[in-house]
């Protein structure tokens, strides 16, 4: 009886760590975030789209959907995701690319700049794009952990 109080201890410990170390727990949590669009200031508040798209399905297991675009308000550019979600996962990162077939791996994401974490795995958010960066149009949902993509949004 001893043997198999230790042996479900053993299973048991193991099954934690491993799933700590993995994030597996993750997959079953929902972060909502709801941030709303960024408006202009001054005279005229205008917010400009300037490319938009749709996240797709990369496979069975990470799959995103909602609306990504590109959008101007106060002399801002701005990655919003609309209506989006997205499997969540470990330490899952937001990019733009110009790379126009994203994959599995870095190098087919080609040049990329991180904008941050991603906020939540659904709902509205916003991400700032830093100045120097025109023509990164495709944006990415990466686990930075394992190298895994999760969902992108072909924008145009």
């Known amino acids: 009886m001893k043997r198999y109080i230790i042996l479900i201890l053993v299973i048991a410990g193991s099954i934690l760590v491993i799933d700590y170390f993995f994030g597996f ?29 749709s996240f797709v399905e990369v496979d069975l297991v990470h799959k995103g959907s909602g609306t990504a675009k590109i959008i101007e308000a106060d002399g801002k550019r701005i990655l919003r995701l609309e209506n989006f979600e997205v499997t969540n996962g470990p330490d ?16 087919s994401i080609d040049k990329y700049i ?3 974490p991603l906020k939540g795995n659904k709902g509205d958010q916003n991400y700032e794009i830093p100045s120097p960066f ?8 990466w686990c930075q952990k394992f190298g895994v993509l999760f969902s992108y949004a072909l924008m145009q």
């Open 92 to 107: 899952l990162y937001v990019y733009l690319s110009e790379s126009r077939t994203p994959g599995n791996d870095l190098k």
């Open 114 to 116: 991180i904008l941050g």
């Open 25 to 53: 727990h993750t997959y079953f949590q929902k972060t909502e975030v709801f941030e709303p669009v960024p408006s202009g200031v001054g005279e005229e508040p205008e917010v400009k789209t300037i490319v938009q798209g």
């Open 134 to 141: 025109v023509g990164y149009d495709t944006a990415i949902i």
